[in-house]
């Protein structure tokens, strides 16, 4: 059973599971508001039992969000940028959550400067080992909910070669005329978007939006509508080995 291991990568602690001994092609996984930096890391387990012999191949990073919630009472619980949940709850109640999709967080871009580097050690680590340049390289990026809007963010508007393949777990439409002006560096990326229908959190209709948007790229996208609340399902979970699969 390979081991998890913690390693700083840039500003961010990541927590780093290799499939073998001689892993060649990053994965890097974005946890979502509120969760620990371990939150994730599970799933490379699972990746790794349903890769079977492909494993080896990959390198499974989590990093741990930079800001801490301990002033709220969670004393594990990590952040991207901050959320007030209360105008979050409201919008959903109201039906307003549409009113969000333009709006630009504050703290969004020093969290994607700081895993914009992190992306580059983590890729150039890997290339240094295999004796390869990293822009030949491909590699895997994606987060759940609020991890998965900053990896989109940071495809778009990151100094980052975009990933091979792109996963976004239960996000939402943020930035969106800022986003619009870039999806063309998303053309040979391909997309799998994963969303539950009942998610009480980032309304299922926002996803869809965020899916039709992301279909401008010219991208090669999937939407996987699942029945489910906020969170990554079974489905989601082989699907993803099977587009890990496809990069070997």
Known sequence: MPQPRKT???SLDCIVIDGGESPSIPVILCHGYGAPGTD???LAFEWISLLGTDAGTFRFVF???PLSLIELG?????AWWPINMAQLAEAMQTSKFSEMHDH???GLSEARSELTRTIELVRSELADASGRDAANRPYVLGGFSQGAMLTLDT???GDIDPPALLLLYSGTLICESEWTKSLTRLANTHIYQAHGTVDPILPFTSAMELSELLKQSGAETEFHAFNGPHTIDTESIVRTVERMKALL
């Open 63 to 65: 990093p741990a969000a």
């Open 104 to 106: 630009q967080p504050q």
């Open 155 to 157: 495809v778009l508007r």
């Open 40 to 42: 994730l890391a599970g």
């Open 8 to 10: 700083t990568y840039g």
């Open 74 to 78: 969670m004393p594990d619980a990590r």
